[in-house]
Each structure stands twice: as structure tokens, then as C-alpha cells.
């Protein structure tokens, strides 16, 4: 796989759902000669949306890696989903490429995922370039989504091209080809032959006013950037286009400017000149700063590495691919060179991994290789105790890169088989499930014996089980997850219960006798006694009621919820003559538990959970409003760029379902964390439900 490292390009297709990536990337994938024939997102024949999920729904679920060659160029190309509850396929993808191509829908403009997408970008120094899909939409505005990218995402669109015409066929003017302002062509594209064909003529007088018009404004603004460039403008000499890409170029991978183009990928229109901007404007692995890392050995110690086959590896795996007869572990190359049958340093877990066989990803298909270079994505198999974030190195020159950081999880489900036999099989491929998606989450609740399964959202959760279903044959159910409640006293007390009564014939009598008291450790109750005696029944005696009180306690109190924050302590009673047996001391103990604590007074405890929520300063009202609704108290607000953040306490129970209502009263802009924080009293509604 040697190529030459000045002529890659690693690039990812972001944006929000349904703006057109999938349809941009399958284009892409045809003008390049990569496929021959394109497929189609509603017919779910698309090269990168292969998984049956994504068929169905007609979204990008899972990000996919196909490579090309255009030009003198060789892509690797990423396309990733657009819902936000895959947002993690999309920062893990972005952690690894040096270059993005955002499509933005000229009809819905900069939407909620868009800005999401831009700030993981930015997030990570990704250069990019816009592209305007869906010109031939009705009601599409290019210039007006340019003006929405420079406010709402606060960067400096720069368009290098313009549409001619805009909106659907039946409108008076509407969209047939593009204007490119560097070269100062009328590019249309012949939809008899599925834009194959790109057809270079000069602009009409009747579009030579725009055109000049724009032209002008890209220089102005390229003005900034380039001495040798201003001092044509000022001299009134014509710039040569070479010229003007140079000076695209430096400031795009500088990131002082995106590039803006246009085009509807549906109707074949404005994707070669896309690709050409890519080959032209973002940069190569070699045009980036040396990737940083420290001395695993020194923290302190910063260490880089240059994009060069010659230098030591340094590699990042970025996705792990879970599979039963071998995961397949998805790594981008920054230096040196990766051989198969080699060994690789991992210094984040201090072990060596063998990397037994390489491959070329080509969305669902693989081709093994022998070797891969710097700035190459390959998946390899091999490893075996790595994870996603973890570095691969030469054992002899150490670097340990920056991981991935993922998003906490917002969402959570019960899910349980519907036989006990396939629990052990269940638990073994959640384990596999959680290798492959770090923003999965399963872990077995030791107070309500569930299995709770976290993820993004109702869809990711939804997904999660479809896969269980349909490629585990795992029959499953999901719901959700019973809140753990708990319950304490409200004071002290201290009673006595007996027991007196006649069974088959024979008197049973024995008394008890318990003092209860409120603590404040936040621990499970506690049981004891200071009663001591030298007989040996009389203790056998005392051991059987305290073994009873513990078994009581443990199975929880008046609403059948476990204890908490008290302590119980068996007081001594002179015995009757004869001892009691264990049944009367049994029906005893239990009788005094239920009077001591009727005596002391019970409250239901419940979970109350901290969130904060990160909304848009037009929906803090909205969003207030239904917190409130939910029994949560705000306890402070704070600004945070355009964001307002909400801090708040709320109980779990009226939290579940949450993610979707903020998204729905935020216009899918606000995002929201949340985590325990302590148990509250219940109110008496709830309390309640448990009587």
C-alpha cells in the first residue's frame, strides 16, 4: 500500500441526517470508477450503508471507510451518520482524518447535528470544506445558509462557487449548473448521462454581472492572505487561477477560511468539481503539524512524530470491530511503516500485540495487504487486549498519543432474555458489543438484579436490540429499568414483639425486644447486640433472632425497599422457661421489626439525579418549564458562548424519556449530562405506590 504520502487525502463526509452525505459519497464513488453503478439510499443499495439496519431506516448508522483514486489523488474517504445518537462515529473519525467535507442542505440550512459536527471539527483542528446539497430543492437559499455558517457556527465561509438558478424545474429561475469563481467557467452537467459528463463554457453576458460581482468578493477576501496576490488585485492584472487555489489552499488547511461549493448529489450536479476541491484545497498527511504524544515512561515528556514512512510507529486505533472469530481493529497510521505478522507496543495497557494480517477496507469488503505506511487507514487483525483510543508504537521508541474521549451516555434500559439459558450468551456479546461502541454501556444493577444497558438515545438503544435479534438470534426484551429505591427512618424507637400462639397443639411463646436509631452514613442497616451471655442455648437463642433481624432488614422495610441510614440493635429480655424454639423466636423478631419501625416512622428514599442541561438561549424557557415539570429544582444557570447551561436536581424516575423531550423542545439543539447524586425523600404520591 506505498503511496506517496503528498498525494492522500483522508477525509470524512459530515453533517446533520438527511442533508445528502450518503448520496454525495456514492457519487463520489462512481465519477471516481470505484463502483458502476449508483446506488441509492431509498432503495438501500448504497456502497457505505450496507449494514441491514441502515437499509431499512435509510440512515447512516455506522461510519464506513471506502478509498479511490481521483486524479493524482488517493482517498480515503469516511462517511459517518448524521443522528445524534451516533454522534461517537463521528468524533472517533474525526480524530483520525485531516480533512472534512461538511454538506449542508440549502433548504434546512445550518441544523442542530450541523453545529454538533462542527464543533467536534473544530474540536479536533479538522480543515473543511461546505458543500450547499439540494440547490434544485424547493426553497433553497445558497446565500443564505453561507450567512448561517458564518453567524451560527461563527467561521468564514468563503464561496468559490455560485449556482445558477436555484429551486425546483417549475420555478422561473431554477437550478441547472454551477459558476466557478476561480476559473471563471459555467460548469453544467448532462443528467442524460448521470452528470458523468462536466461541460466547461464561458459565462453568459446574462450571469456575467453575478459572476464578476462574487469574483470580486473572493478576491477581497483572498486579498488578506497572499502579498503576491494583492499587489495583481491592485495593479489590475489578471490572477492566474494556479495563484488563487495556492492561496485557497494555505488558508483552508491554516483553517482562516472554508471554502464553500454547491451542487444537488441527487441530480448528479457539482461532484467533480467537489473532488477536484478536495485533491486541490485540503491538505495531505505531510501538509499538517507532526502528530503529538508523550513519553509513556515521562508523562511530562512531550514527544512528536513527522508523517513519515522512515520515522518509528505511531499509530491510533480508532474503531474496533467486533467480531466473534477475531475483532478487526480500524488504525490510522501517523508515522513509520506496519508490516503483517509484526509485533506492535501498546504503552497505554504496557503490552505487545501481534498484528497478524492487514487490510484494505472497502466498506463491507476487504483485500489483505502486506505493508501500510504513514497516513494510511487500514484495519488490522491481531490484537487482542486493545481497545478504541489506544496507540500502537515501536516497542524501541515508545509515544503514547491522545485517546479518544466519548460522550457519557444519556439513556438507560432493562433488557433481559427470555430464557435463562441464553443469559451466560447475552452477557458474552453485550461484553463484545461494548468493545465495539464505547458509548455503550452494560453493567448488572446488584440491588435490582437487571441488566441496564446505557447508550445516546431511544434509536441507538433501538439499534442495540435490533442487532441482538437479528444477528445474535438472542431473544430479548427491553424496558425500562425498575428505579432503585430505598427507605430510612424517620427517629428513633424501641418496641417489643412476641409471639403467642398455638400451632399443631403446641404453645409457642418468645418476646423481642429492638431499638432502632437514625445515622447518616449513607450505608445499608446495620445489626448488632451489646447482649451477653455465658449459656450456650440462651446464645443460640440470641443468634437466631439477630440472624432473622439482619434477613428482615436485607429484604427491606415497610414499603419492601432495602434500609438505609439506621441502626437496629437487639436489646436483652430475660428468657422464658422452657427456651423458646427457633420458629416462636423467628415469628418474634419479626413481629418487634414491623412495630419498630411503624414506631420510628418510614420514608421512602429515591434517587435524585445532578443534570445539567446546555440549551440555546431561545428554549431556556421551554426547557425550565419542563424540568419543573419533572419535580426537578434548579439550582443555577450560567452562560457558556451562545449556550445557556442548567444545573439541576431531579428525580430519576421522572427523567426517564428525557433525551427525547429536551431534543423535541430545543429543535434537537440542546444536549444534556446526567449522573447520581444522592437519595431524597419521596413524595407522597409515590409513596403511595408502594402501599
Known amino acids: 500500500m506505498a503511496r506517496d504520502i503528498q498525494s492522500l487525502r483522508n477525509l470524512g463526509i459530515i453533517a446533520h441526517i438527511d442533508a445528502g452525505k450518503t448520496t454525495v459519497t456514492e457519487r463520489m464513488l462512481f465519477y471516481a470508477k470505484a463502483t458502476h453503478k449508483m446506488g441509492e439510499v431509498d432503495k438501500g443499495t448504497t456502497t457505505t450503508d450496507f449494514d441491514p439496519e441502515e437499509q431499512q431506516r435509510g440512515i447512516t448508522i455506522y461510519s464506513a471507510c471506502v478509498s479511490f483514486k481521483w486524479g493524482a489523488c488517493d482517498f480515503n474517504l469516511i462517511d459517518t451518520p448524521g443522528h445524534v445518537d451516533f454522534t461517537a462515529e463521528v468524533e472517533r473519525s474525526l480524530r483520525v482524518l485531516d480533512g472534512g467535507v461538511v454538506v449542508f442542505s440549502a433548504r434546512e440550512g445550518v441544523e442542530a447535528q450541523s453545529e454538533t459536527v462542527w464543533r467536534q471539527a473544530d474540536k479536533y483542528g479538522v480543515p473543511r470544506l461546505a458543500f450547499i446539497n439540494k440547490c434544485d430543492r424547493e426553497g433553497a437559499e445558497f446565500h443564505g445558509v453561507v450567512e448561517q455558517i458564518r453567524k451560527r457556527l461563527g467561521s468564514h465561509p468563503l464561496p468559490i462557487q455560485i449556482p445558477v438558478g ?295 438503544l433501538e439499534v442495540i436490540k435490533h442487532r441482538l435479534l437479528r444477528d445474535f438470534k438472542l431473544d430479548v426484551k427491553v424496558h425500562k429499568p425498575r428505579v432503585s429505591y430505598k427507605e430510612t427512618v424517620n427517629g ?62 436485607a429484604g427491606g422495610g415497610l414499603f419492601g425497599c432495602p434500609l438505609y441510614n439506621c441502626h437496629i440493635e437487639l436489646l436483652p429480655l430475660p428468657f422464658p422457661e422452657p427456651l423458646p424454639g427457633e420458629v416462636a423466636l423467628r415469628i418474634a423478631a419479626a413481629d418487634t421489626f414491623d412495630r419498630v419501625l411503624k414506631a420510628a416512622g418510614v420514608t421512602l428514599l429515591e434517587p435524585i439525579m445532578k443534570v445539567e442541561v446546555t440549551t440555546p438561549e431561545d428554549h431556556v424557557g421551554d426547557v425550565i418549564n419542563d424540568l419543573q415539570q419533572r419535580r426537578a429544582i434548579i439550582t443555577g444557570s450560567q452562560l457558556r458562548g451562545p449556550n445557556t447551561v442548567l444545573d439541576a436536581e431531579a428525580p430519576l424516575s421522572a427523567m426517564f424519556g428525557y433525551s427525547m423531550a429536551v431534543r423535541s423542545l430545543s429543535q434537537g439543539r440542546a444536549s444534556f449530562t446526567m449522573e447520581p447524586l444522592r437519595y431524597g425523600p419521596a413524595p407522597p404520591n409515590v409513596q403511595e405506590n408502594f402501599m
Not at 175 to 204: C, N, Q, S, Y
Not at 340 to 354: I, L, T, Y
Not at 525 to 541: F, H, L, P, Y
Open 166 to 460: 436555484i429551486g425546483p424545474p417549475h420555478v422561473a429561475n431554477p437550478f441547472r449548473g454551477v459558476i466557478d469563481l476561480v476559473e471563471m467557467k459555467l460548469l453544467t452537467f448532462t443528467e442524460e448521462k448521470l452528470g458523468a459528463e462536466v461541460v466547461a463554457a464561458e459565462i453568459p453576458a446574462e450571469l456575467a454581472d453575478e459572476a464578476g460581482f462574487y469574483r470580486e468578493q473572493l478576491m477581497g477576501e483572498l486579498f488578506n492572505f497572499s502579498n503576491e496576490l494583492a499587489e495583481l488585485v491592485l495593479a489590475e492584472e489578471p490572477v492566474p487561477a494556479a495563484l488563487v487555489k495556492s492561496v485557497i489552499r494555505e488558508a483552508t488547511i491554516a483553517r482562516q477560511i472554508v471554502p464553500v461549493l454547491c451542487g444537488s448529489a441527487l441530480h448528479f450536479v457539482g461532484i467533480q468539481p467537489l473532488l477536484n476541491a478536495v485533491a486541490d484545497y485540503l491538505p495531505s498527511p505531510a501538509d499538517l503539524p507532526p502528530v503529538e504524544g508523550i513519553d509513556p515512561k515521562h508523562p511530562d515528556r512531550k514527544l512528536t512524530r513527522k508523517a513519515d514512512p522512515a520515522a518509528p510507529l505511531s499509530a491510533l486505533v480508532f474503531k474496533v470491530l467486533a467480531d466473534k472469530h477475531g475483532d478487526l481493529y480500524f488504525v490510522r497510521i501517523y508515522s513509520g511503516e506496519l508490516k503483517s505478522n509484526s509485533r506492535v507496543f501498546n504503552p497505554g495497557k504496557d503490552k505487545k500485540e501481534n498484528a497478524a494480517q492487514l487490510w484494505h477496507i472497502q466498506a463491507d469488503r476487504r483485500e489483505q495487504v502486506p505493508t501500510a505506511t504513514a497516513g494510511d487507514i487500514v484495519g488490522v487483525i491481531g490484537p487482542r487486549l486493545s481497545i478504541t483510543g489506544d496507540t500502537f508504537c515501536d516497542n524501541a521508541e515508545p509515544i503514547l498519543l491522545e485517546s479518544i474521549l466519548f460522550p457519557d451516555t444519556v439513556i438507560s434500559m432493562a433488557i433481559e432474555p427470555e430464557t435463562s439459558l441464553e443469559r451466560k450468551k447475552l452477557a458474552e456479546i453485550l461484553e463484545m458489543l461494548k468493545r465495539q461502541d464505547p458509548t455503550f454501556h452494560a453493567i448488572e444493577n446488584e440491588e435490582t438484579g437487571q441488566t441496564i444497558i446505557s447508550g445516546m438515545g431511544e434509536l441507538h
Open 492 to 553: 428513633s424507637a424501641q418496641e417489643t414483639g412476641r409471639c403467642q400462639r398455638t400451632v399443631n397443639g403446641q404453645a409457642l411463646f418468645a418476646e423481642c425486644r429492638l431499638k432502632i436509631e437514625q445515622r447518616t452514613d449513607d450505608k445499608p442497616a446495620t445489626v448488632g447486640t451489646r447482649w451477653i451471655t455465658e449459656d450456650s442455648q440462651q446464645k443460640q437463642c440470641v443468634v437466631t433472632q439477630l440472624t432473622a433481624i439482619k434477613e428482615h432488614a
